[in-house]
C-alpha cells in the first residue's frame, strides 16, 4: 500500500504540532520519522494510523482519501514503544487476539487462526514461547511478540513508534538489524518513529528528518547524512565542528585559518559556517606555514579501530573534535599537549543569511 499526506495541520491548543506537512511514502519501503522530542513525528504516525484527527489535510491510502475513516478501517498494524501486550493472556493468545475479534464473516477459523499464530512465532523465532506470559519474557521478546500481533490481522501498512526506545542499547541494535530483515521479507510499507540517528540510518529505505512540526529533508540515509539539506539536518545527524568565518573569492578565513573553497570561488565577502564531522578533519605533525588551523592535543581515546582527538585551536581555543585511524595515530606517535594542524577534508558552508 502507498501512503500520501497532503497539506496536514494539527494544533494542540497554541502549540503547532504538524505545520502543513506534504509527504508520500513508497509502496513496501521502510520509511524512518526522524527528529527530536516534539517535532511532531508521532502525531504524524497517530494520524496516519486514526488514532489522532487532522485539523485540515488528507492521508490517502492507496490514492484513495481515509481521513475520516475509523482505526478498525484503515488495515493499519501499530506497534507501540511499550508493547501494550495483554499481560493476563499467552503469547498465543495476545497474537490471536485481533484475528478473534473481527467481525464474524471476516473472521477465520480456530484453524486458520492457530496456523497463522504458529506461521508468526516462526518468522518472529519464538515458537517455543506460545504459552508463556508476557511479564516472563525479556524485553527484546516482547517487542518481538508485539510485533507477531500487529501482523496477524495482515495490515497493508505498519506503523511502529519508537519501537525499541525501552530496550537497552545492545537489545536495540539486535532488534534494528532483525527488523529489517523481517521487513526485507514482507515486503510492507512501514513507517516507524525514532529520535535515535544511527537506527534510522541503519534500518530505513528512506529518512524523513522533522523539526519543530515541518520537514527538513527527505532523502535515502546515505543522502542525507553526506548532503543535509539545512543546519538542522546537519547538526542533528551525528557529532560536527563549526567554524564561524567570512567567505571571499574561495577563501573561507576563521579567526585567521584559511581554507579553500573551490565551489564558492564567486562569493565574496558573504558571513556563514562551516560543518565538518569529526572523520573529514586530518590531522598531521605542525611545521611553519602549514596549511591549516593550528591545534594543540588536548586529549586522545583510543580504544577501538579510530583514535577519538579533542584538539584546541590556538587562535581561539574552541574544541575541534577528530577521528582519525587508529593505526595513523600510532605511527605519528602522538601526544598530549603538543601543536598538531588540522585540515577539514570537506567543508559544507551555510551562509548567515540561508541558515
Same mark, same amino acid.
Given at each position: 500500500?502507498?501512503?500520501?499526506?497532503?497539506?496536514?495541520?494539527?494544533?494542540?491548543?497554541? &502549540?503547532? =504540532? #504538524? +505545520?502543513?506537512?506534504?509527504?508520500?511514502?513508497?509502496?513496501?519501503? /521502510?520509511?524512518? *520519522?526522524?527528529?527530536?522530542?516534539?517535532?511532531?513525528?508521532?502525531?504524524?504516525?497517530?494520524?496516519?494510523?486514526?488514532?489522532?484527527?487532522?485539523?485540515?489535510?488528507?492521508?490517502?491510502?492507496?490514492?484513495?482519501?481515509?481521513?475520516?475513516?475509523?482505526?478498525?478501517?484503515?488495515?493499519?498494524?501499530?506497534?507501540?514503544?511499550?508493547?501494550?501486550?495483554?499481560?493476563?493472556?499467552?503469547?498465543?493468545?495476545?497474537?490471536?487476539?485481533?484475528?478473534?475479534?473481527?467481525?464474524?464473516?471476516?473472521?477465520?477459523?480456530?484453524?486458520?487462526?492457530?496456523?497463522?499464530?504458529?506461521?508468526?512465532?516462526?518468522?518472529?523465532?519464538?515458537?517455543?514461547?506460545?504459552?508463556?506470559?508476557?511479564?516472563?519474557?525479556?524485553?527484546?521478546?516482547?517487542?518481538?511478540?508485539?510485533?507477531?500481533?500487529?501482523?496477524?490481522?495482515?495490515?497493508r501498512v505498519l506503523l511502529l513508534d519508537e519501537p &525499541?526506545? =525501552? #530496550? +537497552?542499547?545492545?537489545?536495540?541494535?539486535?532488534?534494528?538489524?532483525? /527488523?529489517?530483515? *523481517?521487513?526485507?521479507?514482507?515486503?510492507?510499507?512501514?513507517?516507524?518513529?525514532?529520535?535515535?540517528?544511527?537506527?534510522?540510518?541503519?534500518?530505513?529505505?528512506?529518512?524523513?528528518?522533522?523539526?519543530?512540526?515541518?520537514?527538513?529533508?527527505?532523502?535515502?540515509?546515505?543522502?542525507?547524512?553526506?548532503?543535509?539539506?539545512?543546519?538542522?539536518?546537519?547538526?542533528?545527524?551525528?557529532?560536527?565542528?563549526?567554524?564561524?568565518?567570512?567567505?571571499?573569492?574561495?577563501?573561507?578565513?576563521?579567526?585567521?585559518?584559511?581554507?579553500?573553497?573551490?565551489?564558492?570561488?564567486?562569493?565574496?565577502?558573504?558571513?556563514?559556517?562551516?560543518?565538518?564531522?569529526?572523520?573529514?578533519?586530518?590531522?598531521?605533525?605542525?611545521?611553519?606555514?602549514?596549511?591549516?588551523?593550528?591545534?594543540?592535543?588536548?586529549?586522545?581515546?583510543?580504544?577501538?579501530?579510530?583514535?577519538?582527538?579533542e584538539l584546541e585551536r590556538a587562535d581561539n581555543e574552541?574544541?575541534?573534535?577528530?577521528?582519525?585511524?587508529?593505526?595513523?595515530?600510532?605511527?605519528?606517535?602522538?601526544?598530549?599537549?603538543?601543536?598538531?594542524?588540522?585540515?577539514?577534508?570537506?567543508?559544507?558552508?551555510?551562509?548567515?543569511?540561508?541558515?
Open positions: 500500500m502507498s501512503i500520501e499526506v497532503r497539506n496536514i495541520q494539527k494544533r494542540f491548543g497554541n &502549540f503547532v =504540532a #504538524l +505545520d502543513n506537512v506534504s509527504l508520500n511514502f513508497p509502496q513496501g519501503e /521502510l520509511t524512518a *520519522l526522524l527528529g527530536p522530542s516534539g517535532c511532531g513525528k508521532t502525531t504524524l504516525l497517530r494520524i496516519i494510523a486514526g488514532l489522532e484527527q487532522l485539523d485540515s489535510g488528507q492521508v490517502l491510502l492507496d490514492g484513495d482519501d481515509a481521513s475520516a475513516k475509523h482505526v478498525r478501517e484503515r488495515q493499519v498494524g501499530f506497534v507501540f514503544q511499550h508493547y501494550a501486550l495483554f499481560k493476563h493472556m499467552s503469547v498465543f493468545e495476545n497474537i490471536a487476539f485481533g484475528m478473534r475479534v473481527k467481525p464474524r464473516h471476516l473472521r477465520p477459523s480456530e484453524k486458520q487462526i492457530h496456523e497463522q499464530v504458529h506461521r508468526l512465532l516462526d518468522l518472529v523465532q519464538l515458537d517455543w514461547l506460545a504459552d508463556r506470559y508476557p511479564p516472563q519474557l525479556s524485553g527484546g521478546q516482547r517487542q518481538r511478540i508485539a510485533l507477531a500481533r500487529a501482523l496477524a490481522v495482515e495490515p &525499541f526506545g =525501552a #530496550l +537497552d542499547a545492545k537489545v536495540r541494535k539486535e532488534l534494528r538489524r532483525w /527488523l529489517r530483515r *523481517l521487513h526485507d521479507d514482507l515486503h510492507v510499507t512501514s513507517i516507524f518513529v525514532t529520535h535515535d540517528q544511527e537506527e534510522a540510518l541503519e534500518v530505513a529505505d528512506q529518512i524523513v528528518l522533522m523539526n519543530k512540526g515541518k520537514v527538513e529533508q527527505i532523502g535515502a540515509p546515505a543522502d542525507v547524512y553526506n548532503h543535509p539539506a539545512s543546519p538542522f539536518v546537519y547538526g542533528f545527524l551525528g557529532n560536527v565542528n563549526l567554524f564561524h568565518g567570512r567567505v571571499h573569492e574561495g577563501i573561507f578565513n576563521s579567526d585567521g585559518a584559511k581554507l579553500t573553497l573551490s565551489e564558492h570561488a564567486d562569493t565574496r565577502d558573504a558571513m556563514g559556517t562551516g560543518y565538518v564531522r569529526p572523520h573529514e578533519i586530518d590531522v598531521d605533525r605542525h611545521s611553519p606555514g602549514a596549511d591549516g588551523i593550528v591545534v594543540r592535543l588536548r586529549r586522545a581515546h583510543t580504544i577501538g579501530p579510530l583514535a577519538q582527538l574552541q574544541i575541534i573534535e577528530a577521528l582519525i585511524p587508529n593505526e595513523k595515530f600510532n605511527q605519528l606517535g602522538l601526544k598530549e599537549g603538543e601543536t598538531l594542524v588540522a585540515r577539514p577534508k570537506r567543508l559544507h558552508v551555510f551562509f548567515n543569511d540561508a541558515a
